[in-house]
């Protein structure tokens, strides 16, 4: 069923059309019937709002806009009862009023009532919900005592004798009830119905109390009815509250949406109350000199409510900061300590202690590759490890992220024992997977303690740069190392600004002839071995700046080389590429730019990566596949030192192997020793890739490669790294032997 959408505009006429009424009625008489016309109007509307609001709803919400049809139907009930009334009641001085009119409107209101508290109460404790109670225990009281106190008043206004009970008891129970609405409404933290319809209901609750006040108001003019003045108001009211359902609905916001409340506006009720009792309490006993039975009694009982609701209220405080606390102590995914209490509990130690931390190597790949689930998995199956590991007596803590800490204070060989569990794979989501790890450790004594942590970290990052292996611990050395790193940090970005890097090429040569078939391009920073200087730009990322200045050099001097000595006087050129420059997804634009730059042919350029930047695939082995499709050729150095040589011949697209300058050290010793340097040939050969060995420094090695089918190398015995002058000589000598 499609909304009215008249209903709105309806309602709001009716409104209109009573003040005018009202308004008019003071001036001159009518018929006493008219003014309830728009009151049964209005009211209609409402139910019909109502029952749409029902029709295009679910669940819990479609329940309750069908109970507050219902009881509107009572109220629409209760106006056409009373106008009954005025017809065929006597006057008493008072509109008539019926038993049956005020036991309609009762009915209506009970039903109201009951809707709203049947309203779920998504989230809420017990303890909040004994909070709502109370509170709306409070304001009956508070209504009670008030409303015992000045109902004389209003039957004398009225002129009706105080017997007149049935009267008296409909008030009060109309007045309570819209207290309790109110309250209900107030305290709806979560609620499924919009706030903007609770907001609209929340003033049907005022009418009672309102209709009264307007009965004293309007009892110069008998044809005008306080009861017919508010009720257009109820009926618009509850339009306007269906009407913010519907633009909830079409709105397309969820009927389920969750509203934490802002504040807590409930807590101001028993203040409120005990405040305005007080008062009247005081102004009763000073006008009086005593206090009646139910004043005493009544306010007495406030002040038990409110002391029961406070206490409440201080326990749910109490939990609340309970459940903060905790949060705050421990992660969510493991359950493990956080790092917040990590951090706390090993700068508090007071005890000899090792504080341990673990990083899981290549997490990050296996989150990638397998889903986060696999991931949440790996580390759940991790954590229960490391306690079971770690024993009773340690803080087993997730650091965040794949970082985990262990604060150990009596547990010899739990540092090997973890190391030696490394080698067991772990299960996660149907995966069995081998996980490595990377330790940083510091032993300490209670005066160490506040600095522990920091000084495990230090030794974490240096486990995981690789420089120190995969357990490193920490020693004073370690901090000087680092200080020493972060002046290089500073000077490395001041001399790449000034320009203070230049490039050396160190020849690679034919077997047996020696001939230059092409050079290494190597970067020099005055006296500061590259070892110095390029694992620091690695960590800075200063390396990916550095590193667009390379290729680019690299390019314009290859170039140059082209136009000077001939298209084919050098095979290839070759730079190296670092892992952190891999990472950047701009590397291929930056080379293709060097490239056209300069005029130079993408096969004359290659690029020489590690095996291990690009094992973890990914990123790195994207940046690799786009340099190949460019026509770049791919070296991998330091062959065999990796540890997935084999593999990654599949995977990644490689045109040539460095052979490590280790495995040509061993030439000439035993067989083993020549073992690796004769298979990487073999594999080579039968894959169709170019080997060039490395770091060939006596006449014996070159004479073994040669034999051993080797036909490139490169290496001090034929040339050292040289400046591009040097270059541009030897191939012009090269050139001037082929001439003659
Ligand atoms: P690499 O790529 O393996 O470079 C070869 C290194 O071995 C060079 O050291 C070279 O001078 C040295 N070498 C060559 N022949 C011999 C020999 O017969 N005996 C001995 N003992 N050594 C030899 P260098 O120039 O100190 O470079 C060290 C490392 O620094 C390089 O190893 C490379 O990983 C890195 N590197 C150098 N230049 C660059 C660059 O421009 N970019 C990047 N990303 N890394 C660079
Ligand atoms: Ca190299
Ligand atoms: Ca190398």
Not at 131 to 153: E, F, R
Not at 330 to 351: I, Q
Request: hydrophobic fraction near 50%.
């Amino acid at each position: 069923m499609a909304r009215p959408g008249w209903l709105t505009p309806f309602a709001v006429s009716m409104a209109v059309a009573e003040v005018v009424l009202v308004l008019a009625g003071t001036r001159g008489a009518y018929p006493v019937l008219l003014v309830w016309v728009p009151a049964v109007a209005g009211l209609a509307a409402a139910v019909a709002a109502f029952r749409g609001a029902a029709v295009r709803t679910g669940g819990d919400l479609r329940a309750f806009w069908r109970r507050v049809a219902v009881a509107m139907g009572f109220v629409l009930l209760a106006g056409i009862s009373q106008t009954l009334d005025v017809v065929t009641l006597p006057w008493s001085g008072m509109p008539p009023i019926g038993t049956r009119t005020l036991c309609l409107y009762v009915v209506g209101t009970i039903l109201a009532i009951t809707a709203l508290l049947r309203l779920p109460a998504g989230g809420r404790t017990w303890r909040q919900l004994l909070t709502a109670v109370l509170d709306v225990a409070v304001v009956v009281v508070t209504g009670g005592i008030a409303t015992s106190q000045y109902i004389g008043w209003f039957m004398n206004r009225f002129g009706v004798s105080e017997s007149a009970w049935w009267l008296n008891i409909a008030m009060i129970a109309i007045a309570v009830a819209g207290a309790v609405v109110v309250v209900k409404i107030m305290t709806a933290r979560r609620s499924p119905i919009p706030r903007a319809a609770l907001w609209w209901l929340a003033p049907i609750g005022l009418a009672g109390p309102l209709s009264t006040l307007l009965m004293t108001a309007l009892r110069p003019w008998p044809h005008l009815n306080g009861s017919a003045a508010v009720l257009p108001f109820v009926g618009l009211c509850g339009t306007l509250a269906a009407h913010a359902q519907h633009r909830r609905l079409a709105a397309g916001g969820s009927s389920r949406i969750a509203h934490p409340s802002a504040g807590r506006r409930g807590s101001a009720v028993p203040l409120v109350a005990s405040g305005l009792i007080s008062l009247l309490v005081a102004t009763v006993f000073l006008r009086t000199g005593h206090l009646s039975t139910v004043q005493v009694a009544g306010t007495t009982m406030l002040l038990l409510l409110v002391v029961a609701r406070q206490a409440i209220a201080l326990a749910e405080n109490n939990s609340l900061l309970d459940t903060v606390a905790r949060q705050a102590m421990h992660d969510e995914l493991t359950g493990l300590f956080s790092r917040r209490y990590f951090t706390a509990a090993v700068a508090s130690t007071t005890e000899p202690h090792t504080v341990v931390l673990i990083d899981l190597k290549e997490f990050r790949a296996i989150n990638d590759g397998l889903g986060p689930a696999a991931g949440d998995a790996l580390l759940t199956a991790y954590a229960e490890r490391l306690t079971a590991l770690a024993g009773r007596h340690a803080v087993v803590a997730r650091l965040g992220g794949d970082e985990f800490g262990l604060l150990l204070t009596a547990a010899p060989g739990t540092v090997d024992r973890l190391l030696a569990a490394s080698a067991e794979p772990l299960s996660a989501a149907g995966h069995e997977l081998l996980v490595d790890v990377s330790i940083g450790l510091t032993d300490g004594d209670t005066a160490d303690a506040p600095d522990s942590y920091r000084r495990a970290e230090l030794a974490l990052r240096e486990a995981m740069a690789g420089a120190g292996g995969r357990v490193v611990r920490y020693d004073a050395t370690l901090e000087r190392q680092l200080s020493r790193r972060a002046t290089v940090a500073a000077d490395l970005r001041r001399g790449l600004a000034a320009g203070e890097f230049h490039l050396l090429y160190q020849p690679i040569v034919n077997l047996p002839d020696g001939r230059l078939i092409g050079v290494e391009s190597l970067v020099r920073w005055g006296d500061v071995p590259p070892a110095g200087f390029i694992p620091v730009a690695e960590d800075t990322g200063l390396i990916v700046e550095l590193g667009a200045w390379i290729l680019d050099t690299v390019c314009a001097q290859a170039a140059e080389w082209r136009r000077r000595h001939g298209p084919d006087a050098l095979r290839s050129v070759a730079v190296n590429v670092s892992a952190r420059q891999l990472l950047d997804p701009a590397l291929p634009e930056i080379v293709a730019a060097a490239l056209a730059r300069h005029g130079l042919p993408a096969r004359q350029l290659t690029v020489e990566i590690t095996e291990t930047a690009v094992f973890g695939g990914g990123r790195a082995l994207a940046s690799v596949t786009a340099l190949s499709d460019l026509g770049v050729a791919i070296a991998l150095d330091d062959f065999g030192t990796g540890h997935s040589s084999l593999g990654l011949l599949r995977t990644c697209p490689v045109d040539a192997i460095k052979v490590d300058k280790s495995f040509v050290d061993g030439l000439g010793g035993s067989p083993q020793q020549e073992a690796i340097a004769i298979a990487l040939t073999g594999i080579a050969e039968t894959m169709g890739l170019r080997t060039v060995a490395e770091g060939v420094e006596t006449v014996e090695q070159a004479q073994r490669l040669y034999e051993l089918g080797y036909r490139q190398a490169q290496g001090f015995h034929f040339a050292r790294p040289l400046p591009a002058e040097a270059i541009d000589e030897m191939l012009a000598a090269q050139q001037n032997r082929v001439a003659a």
